[in-house]
């Protein structure tokens, strides 16, 4: 019997690997006031005048809460059989309290029921960033209220869904619903808060995720699985010598200490702790407890990052300036750095032990992908999912614990206050008509799944 060849350039992926597709609740479900679903912060802070580009509002997205069927049968006619999606919390618990939306719970049994029918496998987040807005009006993430409110929430969902979903996500990109909507005032509730109100923010989201590991540990059932996704910090040193990766190594330990250096020392590390001084989060009794609880894999969203090199500081790294020619998306923030999306599982697997790490989004948004004869050529999203797969397969072959990707986004969506400007998906929506078309990318990216390598 000939050996079996070493995992190479042009080796498919690990039979157990999954290839899915992202997208969220608020960003494409609309109904936003439909089945007695509740406002959401979100669902506000549209309403806002010069909150979000063009007013858009989440009113109708891609009124996915009437399509799914149809949006299913097109996920599975690309050979999709992973979909991560979301809950809304206003949908289950309109007022944010103890009462339950019977018609909410429905829909998603009858959402689950048509994926099942499609072959496609539920990775659910339980929070995406729409907070019932009573909730937010009483301080939202800076009030212990919402702690206890997540805790009832979770256990109610996680209940209802246990037959029918076994892979569970607790929390989505704590930056952005902390630091970015109560420090930078970009997102809702779009507030410039103290870094004391902002570390504490952090932290009650931190407490959070422990309490969704707990109810799916109680209410899951049996194989049901759990973790966090996070968008990390992420740097990429400027070469791979072993000072640039020393280099690096600090500087993600540096600037991740306050999430995943959090819950994996199981207290917030004393580098951390001299940084924040005064402003330190205050933290209650049993908080650790729940926060470090063992999970059954991390999610990482990864779509850019920052170089680094060795220095003679006393941080021992330097983080490098982009040229202003720098290669981007449209998206001000999102510039093109592929190896970040090998660097980060990388240095997560090293610092932190996690075993099983799955990319639970990656992808780039343009403003102007006309679908011109029937399709849109979006070479450059073709080019960005070929460069960034190429590096995920690079780390399977490094050793790093891969067990999955999903792309972002599956449909073009609400793109939160960038609006409907701003598509990331792989299958363009008219939001006039709502006529969904695959793109290049869509096609480019069915081969891969139906391959299983990179193409």
Partial sequence: MPPTPPFGYNSPFPSHFVLGVSASAPQIEGAAFTDGKGESNWDHFSRQPGAVFGGDTLDVAVDHYHRFDEDFALMAALGIRDYRLSIAWPRIHPDGGAT????????????????????????????????????????????????????????????????????????????????????????????????????????????????????????????????????????????????????????????????????????????????????????????????????????????????????????????????????RADPPWLHLMPQSIYWAPRLAHALYGHQSIFITENGCGYDDEPLVNGEVLDLHRREYLRSHLREVHRAIGDGVPLDGYFCWSFIDNYEWEDGYRRRFGLVHCDFQTQQRTPKLSARYYADVVRERRVL
Avoid at 252 to 271: E, K, M, T, V
């Fill in 100 to 327: 339950v939306n019977q018609a909410g719970l429905d829909f998603y049994h009858r959402l689950f029921a048509s994926m099942k029918r499609h072959g496609i496998t539920p990775w659910v987040t339980l929070f995406h960033w729409d907070l019932p807005l009573p909730l937010e009006q009483r301080g939202g993430w800076t009030s212990r209220e919402t702690v206890d409110a997540f805790a009832r929430y979770a256990e109610t969902v996680v209940s209802a869904f246990s037959g029918e979903v076994k892979h569970w996500i607790t929390l989505n990109e704590i930056r952005c619903f902390t630091l970015l909507a109560y420090g930078h005032g970009i997102k809702a509730p779009g507030r410039r808060e103290p870094e004391a109100v902002v570390n504490q923010t952090y932290h009650h989201a931190l407490v959070c995720h422990g309490l969704a590991v707990r109810a799916v540990r109680k209410y899951g059932g049996d194989g049901a699985r759990v973790g966090l996704t996070d968008n990390c910090d992420v740097c990429v040193p400027v070469t791979e010598t072993d000072a640039d990766i020393a280099a690096a190594t600090a500087w993600f330990r540096d600037r991740n200490a306050h999430i995943l250096g959090a819950i994996h020392a199981g207290h917030y590390p004393q580098s951390y702790l001299n940084r924040v001084g005064a402003a330190a989060p205050r933290v209650a009794d049993g908080d650790f407890a729940l926060i470090s609880q063992p999970t059954d894999f991390l999610g990482l969203n990864i779509y850019t990052g920052h170089y680094v090199r060795a220095s003679d500081n006393a941080d021992g790294y330097d983080t490098l300036p982009l040229p202003p020619n720098y290669p």
